[in-house]
């Protein structure tokens, strides 16, 4: 071979060169062969084949109506194993497991149950599960599914015997803004100690400026039914007793009861009154020959009180009745009136009031068939028995009512009781004395746990009479005119009274504040919401 040719051939260096660049070809396609192997397997898992099951529902117009039944979760029990279910519910919490599983929290009310998506072949996708995971508390969702018995109970649900697994999600309604604060945080026990980094404690006046958020824990839930049960067992009872419901205006020319506390509006080139009370009016109709009224309403108070019992507009619960013979028959029914109303909440509510006591943990409120009555004076013995001065008794305080209410409590074993003959000078002009002690009247008052929640009496139904009263208070009868000639007319004795609903609510439940009590409370500090 010449010596040109064997220049020619590629030296063994060249030659093991080129079969390790041709081996690293080789990997090289090898492993981008693999790589888009696992990229066309992740696709595939990623094939979002839950398309028509969940997403975003188009605004609600009214489109159509299918007539599809819907399911209470509250009904919800091992016996529904196996049903299929249409819900409509919040997200109260979500939590999401690797990228396969969600679980949803789901709320109504005062009820929530729990709620699973998981991915399966062919008909919960990745795609499907992780758009449920990214979906905010609070938002509203229409959820199909079928209910699935739970080997053991779920803790963090009302509904602790089922879940329900999820087939079909769709969002009706989402949340555009950053919550407050979270309706967890809102809802956990009054007396639980706060632990840094854990939780956040969520004061009143943050509930109350976000009251519709506060609104939709369970707690308010429930204690607003309970607000309506009130009103409920209040007109039943009344209703199978002979009573008429009226409907008195809240504008008036007068005040009710004095100046001091009433609020003046415009009313075209004069002055008009927000009712302090339909007390006027329940006793023109008593003297209409209504003979029995009530009536449910707001009641305004211009009083400049920033304590945890007083709003300046609640709502009354008030009553009026003719008398027979002797002032305690009104007295007697308005107490059979409320042993009435808790004994149904009792026995209706016991579930709103458990649910209740979840946050606000209370003794069970009490009360004896047959009611403690205590005069006044009895009432002031029992303190000065207690170590308060008499002398500072010449009327009884928020703090002494209070302090009787402890003494009640201990003594008799009662929440609720009754206080009868308190002096005149205490009570309005339009109150009857006692026919054998000028200085004491026919008027009485109720109490729970310690605190009013009802004021009444016998009233004056001679005109000349009130009249007279009327002065001795600082009232001019010609400014009450039209109030007065309906006594001139003729009318039957009578008495009543006026109960604040709100307060009723706070000390059954004892909640500690009334603006609990109340949707929208206001006070000399809050007009809005």
Known sequence: MSSADSGDAPTKSALKKAAKEAEKAKKK????????????????????YSVGRYGKLPMHQSQSRQNRERTDISTLTAQNDGKPVLVRARIQTSRLQGNKMVFLNLRQRTNTVQALMSVTKDTISKPMVRWAGSLADESIVLVEGVVKKSPEPIKSASVSEVEIHILELWLL???ECRLPFSLEDASRSETAPEVEGQFNRVLLDTRLNNRVLDLRTTTNQAIFRLQHAIGNLFRDYLNVNGFVEIHSPKLQGSATESGASVFKVDYFKGKAYLAQSPQLAKQMA????????????PVFRAEDSNTHRHMTEFVGLDLEMAIEEHYH????????MFKAIFKGLKEKYAHEIAVVGQQFEAEEFKWKEETLV???KEAVDLLVEDGVDREALDDINTENEKRLGRIVRVKYDTDYFIVDKFPLALRPFYTMPDPEDATLSNSYDFFMRGEEIMSGAQRIHDADFLCKQMRAKGVDPDSMKGYLDGFRLGCPPHGGGGIGLERVLMLFLKLNNIRRASLFPRDPKRLEP
């Open 29 to 48: 396609a090898e492993k981008a062969a693999k790589a888009m192997e696992a990229e066309q397997a992740r696709a595939a898992a990623d094939e979002d």
């Open 173 to 175: 309604s989402g949340v």
């Open 286 to 297: 008593i003297a209409a020959d209504f003979e029995r009224v009530y009536e449910i309403a």
């Open 329 to 336: 028959e009104v007295r007697d029914l308005i107490d059979g």
């Open 374 to 376: 205590l005069t006044f």
